[in-house]
């Protein structure tokens, strides 16, 4: 008599939980242009939601702590002038974001930890390089301030978002439009999903596809792709009879598939969300009203059901907080920021445990907010795994840090060697003495300007305390 043996696994018993009404944002009109990106981008800090807006693309930012119901004056970040198709926050600054639009820019924003009093107009830098709309955003893991973006024009473009200036751009690799981009752990090669139904991994530096397998997913319909903590590739698509399909690959040997599983019949992209310190993917279709999440292991099949979240509402798209952002004390394995028509709702997984200690076989060290490279370094060949943080006495996020952009100009010149470049300490006393005076004489026209309001109030005063007493 043979006995079925069940699979052991710390995370078989991972359920989900939606937070309470309370918890939400309500009063959000989230935006209704066709497009499949998750439309919401959460951070330890901040959560992020592509909004509908007339005349222009926006979206609006709110601190973790703001929920209920939102003024409809909230502000907005406003800038694009045709809607915003994507955002991402920086990994390595918790203050800055990033959003592509159908206007072909890619726009960088610094957002004040403070609750502004006006829309937010002006970005830090405007990166302009495509020709077609840009629907694709994704920071490097590791290097500081490098920011891939990916256009209808076929083109990835690699930026360095502290110049301007762009790294890479690779322009003849793909032969239609690109559907998904994503780096490894180290951000040193790219998995890519394109039109033309071929899966790519891409070495960004040299300009080169490294491996490559035509119809990983035999459907016409978008495939994703994301990196698993093993080096393998994960990816979801839909077979020739349009059943959505999820598959695990070997870069190394792109002829046979580790696993591929059929799922449903349903028209949603499903839209991968990879943990790498669990090893869960969760899947997330676009109008759908669940959540499938599977553990990847070494072991057959390779890719294990867990569970699947349901709820009434189909979401419309969908933020997943990075791990240092969760409540360990909880056992919170996992936070999504489900969109719906005219809120955000948050979900919670959490793994089942009695004891309230730190469970350290659930939170291993994770990436943190410093990057382990400069954008130069990186470029010039370096790789350099993410800088860990332990989670066993939580997160705090670091207060504001402002991202500076320098611009190199060919025009500047640098001042001329030799005496002539070093200022005498007399000129410089001089120039000091110039600058106190010309302080104290504006602040000598200040005093006499507020004086002159005061007197004019006092008169006004007066008149109002006649008026009255003539009426009476």
Same mark, same amino acid.
């Given at each position: 008599?043979?006995?079925?043996?069940?699979?052991?696994?710390?995370?078989?018993?991972?359920?989900?939980?939606?937070?309470? #009404?309370?918890?939400?944002?309500?009063?959000?009109?989230?935006?209704?242009?066709?497009?499949?990106?998750?439309?919401?981008?959460?951070?330890?800090?901040?959560?992020?939601?592509?909004?509908?807006?007339?005349?222009?693309?926006?979206?609006?930012?709110?601190?973790?702590?703001?929920?209920?119901?939102?003024?409809?004056?909230?502000?907005?970040?406003?800038?694009?002038? #045709?809607?915003?198709?994507?955002?991402?926050?920086?990994?390595?600054?918790?203050?800055?974001? #990033?959003?592509?639009?159908?206007?072909?820019?890619?726009?960088?924003?610094?957002?004040?930890?403070?609750?502004?009093?006006?829309?937010?107009?002006?970005?830090?830098?405007?990166?302009?390089?495509?020709?077609?709309?840009?629907?694709?955003?994704?920071?490097?893991?590791?290097?500081?301030?490098?920011?891939?973006?990916?256009?209808?024009?076929?083109?990835?473009?690699?930026?360095?978002?502290?110049?301007?200036?762009?790294?890479?751009?690779?322009?003849?690799?793909?032969?239609?439009?690109?559907?998904?981009?994503?780096?490894?752990?180290?951000?040193?090669?790219?998995?890519?999903?394109?039109?033309?139904?071929?899966?790519?991994?891409?070495?960004?530096?040299?300009?080169?596809?490294? #491996?490559?397998?035509?119809?990983?997913?035999?459907?016409?319909?978008?495939?994703?792709?994301?990196?698993?903590?093993?080096?393998?590739? $994960?990816?979801?698509?839909?077979?020739?009879?349009?059943?959505?399909?999820?598959?695990?690959?070997?870069?190394?040997? $792109?002829?046979?598939?580790?696993?591929?599983?059929?799922?449903?019949?349903?028209?949603?992209?499903?839209?991968?969300?990879?943990?790498?310190?669990?090893?869960?993917?969760?899947?997330?279709?676009?109008?759908?009203?669940?959540?499938?999440? $599977?553990?990847?292991?070494?072991?057959?099949?390779?890719?294990?059901?867990?569970?699947?979240?349901?709820?009434?509402?189909?979401?419309?798209?969908?933020?997943?907080?990075?791990?240092?952002?969760?409540?360990?004390?909880?056992?919170?394995?996992?936070? $999504?920021?489900?969109?719906?028509?005219?809120?955000?709702?948050?979900?919670?997984?959490?793994?089942?445990?009695?004891?309230?200690?730190?469970?350290?076989?659930?939170?291993?060290?994770?990436?943190?907010?410093?990057?382990?490279?400069?954008?130069?370094?990186?470029?010039?060949?370096?790789?350099?795994?993410?800088?860990?943080?332990?989670?066993?006495?939580?997160?705090?996020?670091?207060?504001?840090?402002?991202?500076?952009?320098?611009?190199?100009?060919?025009?500047?010149?640098?001042?001329?060697?030799?005496?002539?470049?070093?200022?005498?300490?007399?000129?410089?006393?001089?120039?000091?003495?110039?600058?106190?005076?010309?302080?104290?004489?504006?602040?000598?026209?200040?005093?006499?300007?507020?004086?002159?309001?005061?007197?004019?109030?006092?008169?006004?005063?007066?008149?109002?305390?006649?008026?009255?007493?003539?009426?009476?």
């Amino acid at each position: 008599m043979s006995r079925r043996v069940v699979r052991q696994s710390k995370f078989r018993h991972v359920f989900g939980q939606a937070a309470k #009404a309370d918890q939400s944002y309500e009063d959000i009109r989230v935006s209704k242009v066709t497009w499949d990106s998750s439309f919401c981008a959460v951070n330890p800090k901040f959560l992020a939601i592509i909004v509908e807006a007339g005349g222009g693309g926006a979206f609006i930012v709110l601190p973790l702590a703001k929920t209920g119901r939102v003024d409809k004056n909230y502000p907005l970040v406003t800038g694009h002038t #045709a809607p915003v198709l994507d955002i991402d926050w920086c990994p390595h600054n918790d203050n800055v974001i #990033a959003s592509a639009s159908d206007d072909t820019t890619v726009m960088v924003w610094q957002i004040p930890d403070y609750t502004p009093v006006r829309n937010i107009t002006e970005p830090i830098i405007t990166l302009e390089g495509h020709s077609k709309r840009v629907g694709i955003l994704s920071w490097h893991p590791t290097a500081r301030n490098v920011l891939l973006s990916a256009g209808g024009d076929n083109v990835i473009i690699i930026w360095n978002v502290g110049t301007g200036e762009v790294l890479l751009s690779l322009d003849d690799l793909h032969p239609d439009v690109i559907h998904s981009v994503c780096w490894n752990s180290n951000g040193s090669l790219l998995a890519t999903t394109c039109k033309d139904k071929t899966l790519r991994i891409i070495d960004p530096r040299k300009g080169q596809v490294v #491996a490559e397998r035509f119809a990983a997913h035999e459907g016409m319909r978008p495939m994703r792709a994301v990196f698993t903590r093993q080096g393998h590739i $994960f990816t979801t698509g839909f077979t020739r009879m349009s059943q959505r399909e999820l598959g695990l690959w070997d870069p190394n040997n $792109f002829e046979e598939p580790v696993a591929l599983q059929e799922m449903d019949t349903s028209n949603g992209v499903l839209l991968p969300f990879y943990d790498p310190d669990s090893s869960i993917v969760y899947l997330c279709g676009k109008g759908d009203s669940s959540i499938r999440y $599977f553990e990847i292991t070494d072991e057959p099949p390779f890719v294990h059901y867990l569970n699947t979240f349901s709820s009434k509402e189909p979401q419309r798209g969908m933020g997943f907080m990075p791990k240092r952002g969760l409540e360990v004390s909880k056992c919170e394995i996992a936070r $999504f920021y489900k969109l719906h028509e005219r809120k955000c709702e948050p979900i919670v997984m959490t793994v089942p445990r009695k004891s309230d200690l730190f469970q350290d076989d659930l939170y291993p060290d994770t990436p943190g907010p410093e990057p382990a490279l400069e954008a130069d370094e990186w470029l010039s060949g370096q790789d350099a795994e993410p800088v860990l943080i332990s989670l066993r006495d939580g997160y705090v996020p670091p207060k504001h840090r402002e991202l500076r952009v320098t611009k190199r100009n060919i025009l500047d010149v640098r001042p001329p060697s030799g005496p002539r470049r070093s200022q005498s300490a007399s000129d410089a006393s001089l120039s000091q003495q110039h600058t106190l005076e010309t302080l104290l004489e504006e602040i000598k026209a200040l005093r006499e300007q507020v004086q002159a309001q005061e007197q004019r109030i006092t008169a006004l005063e007066n008149m109002l305390c006649e008026l009255v007493d003539g009426t009476d």
